[in-house]
């Protein structure tokens, strides 16, 4: 019985893997989406996002079962009980690419993305990769050392975000309103992207040390 | 034991509605301090966020142990598997709270909200204010008619958020980019407090009814 059970639970670990695989692909194919205008690429990440959703609600019925058949204690039930708070980081995860998704859909066939704003973004999606594959590899390997260079990774993202914000407010900003708004829901949407990643890599850090995490990254105090 | 272990559980619920009280109030402060630009009341929304992370900490480990000295199971287990998740959407309740405060904060002695959009930003406060009372009582009576009371009020939150947008992309608008960016993070911050609002509704439809929430309701898809 217990080889079934500790089968079980390298299976949950290994359905995380997937969650993290699954949006990162999300995350990649909707910053081209965005940069790009690819009307075909947001379309795919918005219609692949009810299959993170359901792999988030199939973990949680596991986890329960498992708790509630096997009785666990200790490192077992902590793995469980992270479990089922990093199902919930993933999936908000893919619901954060998805929303930059159809930022890109939305303004199909114009590009959302202003030309001297490119660059920025195009750094944001890419230590959003960054981030997500780290994060898949922390899980897998319960790296603690790996889980750091998250949180230090999660500062780029944030300084991005700074320069994103001193672009929108510079004089020169000839882009309007509605690409103000958009380029602020698009920072804020990689940034808690980049939270929720930490928050995966503290939890992690838990299941190892026993040390609770810390409440999530804080926002940025852009306003 | 049972009875020590059920008064434990109920423990945790008293504990809940006290969250949600105390999210309440931080959002009442944060309104009113965001409309009438008072400094001292948006630092006390500020200095009382750990008061609420250190709650969600002590509910966290307690349901932990619980679950580990009792080891539960149908309905107990599902209250304190689902209290754990609620715990969350308070904390991000409290967070949020606190991300309009700090908006209150930074632009002071300003007023970060222009007089036009005063009346959209109130009625989006006032729903919060009365979706987290109806929150508090429905954690406190495990009332599933309340709860879909909930999430039509959501949806008021958001035509509010979407009169929001109107206005801010109409040719009238005449505070430039700054007051644009501010206002469409604060929105977004009403926005996401009712979504956890809804969140924690379903959680308690989850526990009396043993139907699985849906995921939280989607963001709106303004950008």
Chains 1, 2 share one sequence.
């Not at 205008?37 to 219609?47: M, P, Q, R, T, Y």
């Not at 992207?193 to 926002?219: K, L, M, N, Q």
């Amino acid at each position: 019985m217990r080889d079934i059970y500790h089968d079980e639970l390298d299976d949950i670990g290994k359905t995380l893997v997937t969650m993290a695989r699954l949006v990162g692909i999300a995350m990649e194919r909707a910053t081209n989406a965005l940069l790009d205008g690819d009307l075909a690429g947001a379309e795919s990440v918005i219609s692949s996002d009810p299959a993170v959703d359901a792999l988030r609600e199939e973990t949680e019925r596991r986890c329960f079962e498992m708790i509630a058949r096997q009785q666990p204690v200790a490192t077992d039930l902590r793995v469980l009980i992270t479990s089922l708070h990093m199902v919930q980081d993933l999936e908000r995860m893919g619901d954060l690419a998805l929303h930059i998704a159809k930022v890109a859909r939305l303004r199909y066939p114009e590009l959302a993305v202003p030309a001297d704003i490119r660059d920025v973004i195009s750094q944001m999606g890419e230590v959003a990769q960054s981030l997500v594959s780290k994060v898949g590899d922390v899980i897998d390997g319960r790296d603690i050392e790996l889980a750091a260079a998250i949180e230090a990774e999660d500062d780029s993202m944030d300084a991005l975000h700074r320069k994103l914000f001193t672009l929108l407010l510079s004089p020169n900003w000839s882009h309007g309103t509605e690409a103000a708004i958009d380029m602020t829901l698009l920072g804020r949407y990689y940034e808690r992207y980049a939270d929720h990643a930490v928050a995966v890599a503290r939890r992690i850090v838990f299941i190892v040390t026993g040390v609770r995490p810390e409440p999530a990254p804080a926002s940025l105090d852009i306003a």
